[in-house]
């Protein structure tokens, strides 16, 4: 059985920063792309940033410069580092993983729970 477990979402005033993290943990073969999508309250959830395993990255054009994903492949964990945040940011976050889990040879997509980032002064 694989689990995402985030951490590190909260409060912040708007200009502030926060690090999010997502340790993926379980039976795992192997782990292709991970991410972080977001939802805000009415809206659908959206890509924010992706990194494949060899680090390529890909981000949404509203966190460019802002955002910055990270990857340890050994401890099957992505960061999310975003500074100047913006009351815009304000949203649900979720970890996202593309991988194989163990006994099986299928690519499978799997989320976490998701944490709760608020910009706000």
């Known amino acids: 059985q694989v689990q995402l477990v985030e951490s590190g979402g909260g409060l912040v005033q708007p200009g502030g920063s926060l690090r999010l993290a997502c340790a993926a943990s379980g039976s795992i073969f192997r782990i292709n792309v991970m991410g972080w999508f977001r939802q805000a309250p009415g809206k659908e959830r959206e890509l924010v940033a992706t990194i494949t395993s060899s680090g390529n990255r890909n981000y949404a054009d509203s966190v460019k410069g802002r955002f910055t994903i990270s990857r340890d492949n050994a401890k099957n964990t992505v960061y999310l580092q975003m500074n100047s945040l913006k009351p815009e940011d304000t949203a649900v976050y979720y970890c996202?993983?593309?991988?194989?889990?163990?006994?099986?040879?299928?690519?499978?997509?799997?989320w976490g729970q998701g944490t709760q980032v608020t910009v706000s002064s």
């Open positions: 996202y993983a593309y991988l194989i889990a163990s006994g099986t040879y299928n690519w499978s997509e799997y």
